[in-house]
């Protein structure tokens, strides 16, 4: 069993000493300062609540489907007949192929491309139906994102309270067995299996809150929002979350 914590002491020791590492390589000169306004201005939360609205990838996604309708819409232009009024009122009176001048309108035929224009419709109106469907995709992908997140702070609340009840039981015990270890009720080993497992239950506290963090972290990356695990997007002015 001591083993066992001691493992999971060296697990939890690793993974807080790479994530520092990590931010202080990114941070450079200003990691200390970074992280003493984190702790001062800003708590994680939970129950974070993600939206696709205004996320870069809707955002793209929006554009190019805009471009898309432009495309389709100048292509369909090229095939109508175009007409411009004109200053001055005569006789019908050619201009030269595919234009003609009356009453004071030049009226100009379609360009003949052999149905290149047809075509390149049809294509976009499936790069169109694409777009829409990636959209979709997504949207259902932030779906999915907030139901596993609001699953997993469902199991988060309950095994908090599990975990600090098993806390405050075992801190408890110690009082009482350290009282009969000095009136020679109780034994050292006792004790000792009883520190163990106040350790274990410490080390599972800390792995369910870093459990948290990274499966907050996690679903906040879907939307490119990382910076909401501690409330920070307004301040660096991002605004994709309800």
């Known amino acids: 069993m001591k083993n066992e914590i001691l493992s999971e002491q060296a697990q939890a020791v690793f993974q807080s000493n790479s994530s520092e590492s990590f931010l202080r390589t990114s941070l450079g000169g200003n990691y200390d300062a970074a992280m003493a306004e984190l702790v001062k201005l800003y708590t994680p939360t939970n129950n974070s609540k993600l939206s696709a609205k205004n996320s870069k990838q809707v955002t793209l996604l929006g554009l190019k489907k805009s471009h898309i309708q432009t495309e389709i819409e100048l292509q369909k232009l090229s095939n109508t007949l175009t007409t411009n009024w004109q200053s001055t009122v005569s006789s019908p009176k050619s201009r030269g192929a595919g234009s003609t001048l009356f009453a004071g309108i030049t009226m100009g035929l379609p360009i003949k491309d052999g149905g290149k224009s047809e075509a390149t419709i ?16 997504y949207e259902q992908e932030v779906a999915l994102a907030q139901q596993g997140l609001d699953n997993f702070f469902d199991y988060y609340e309950k095994q908090k309270v599990l975990l600090n009840e098993r806390k405050r039981i075992a801190d408890d015990r ?69």
């Open 122 to 137: 049809a294509a976009l109106q499936k790069e169109f139906e694409v777009n829409a469907l990636e959209l979709s995709t």
């Open 174 to 242: 110690i009082v009482e067995l350290e009282l009969k270890l000095k009136s020679g009720r109780a034994d050292v080993s006792a004790l000792a299996k009883e520190f163990l497992a106040l350790a274990r239950t410490e080390i599972a506290i800390e792995r369910l809150n870093f459990d948290r963090k990274t499966k907050t972290l996690s679903a906040l990356s879907v939307t490119g929002q990382t910076c909401e695990l501690v409330r920070l997007c307004n301040a660096i002015g991002i605004g994709n979350f309800k």
